[in-house]
Every structure is written in C-alpha cells, then in structure tokens.
Nanobody, 121 residues
C-alpha cells in the first residue's frame, strides 16, 4: 500500500502565496512522475504541474510563471510553490504519483485526498 500525506492548503488573499507538500510512503520500488491536479466547483479536474524523476516539468498555461513544482527524491516528496495567487486558482488540489510498486513491480498511479486552496479577500 501507498500513503500520500498532503499539507499546506488554506485561505490566502489574492496576490499571496502558499506552498503545498505531498509525502509518499509505503511499498514503492521507484518513484516516477509526481504532480498536482486541481478541481474547482463545477469543473473537471485539470493538470496544474508535473515533474518527472529526472526533473523535467510541465505546467498548465494558467500557472506558468507563478507556480513552481519541485521534488525531494530522497523523501519521495513533491512541492508546489504558488505565488501571485488569483481567485481563479481556488480549488481542491490533489497530489498525484506514478510509481513502480515494491510488491508487484508494476507501474501504478495514486491520488491524495486533496487539500483546499482558496484565494479570496
């Protein structure tokens, strides 16, 4: 089994910053991609940012230049630094990992429970 522990969400004024963290633990042979998705009320879940095991990154156009994704491979942890937050960034943010299972040696995907981010005055 794999566990994901997310933290860092909250309420911030527009223009403010938050940093999300997601730590993965459990039966992980190797960690491949790690990332963040978000889902606003009434909208589909969308990719925010993803980072591969080699450090390559991909961002949604709406967050480029404002958000930065990074990871600590030794800790199997992914971070999302969010600056210049806008009301449109308000959503539940979900951590995502793709890994090779330590039990089965099969590639698998796993999602966190989600953390609320609200940018509002």
């Amino acid at each position: 089994q794999v566990q994901l522990v997310e933290s860092g969400g909250g309420l911030v004024q527009p223009g403010g910053s938050l940093r999300l963290s997601c730590a993965a633990s459990g039966s992980i042979f190797s960690m491949e991609a790690m990332g963040w998705y978000r889902q606003a009320p009434g909208k589909q879940r969308e990719l925010v940012a993803v980072i591969t095991s080699t450090g390559s990154t991909n961002y949604a156009d709406s967050v480029k230049g404002r958000f930065t994704i990074s990871r600590d491979n030794a800790k199997n942890t992914v971070y999302l630094q969010m600056n210049s937050l806008e009301p449109e960034d308000t959503a539940v943010y979900y951590c995502y990992v793709r890994f090779i299972s330590g039990y089965t040696r099969v590639r698998d995907d796993y999602w966190g429970q989600g953390t609320q981010v609200t940018a509002s005055s």
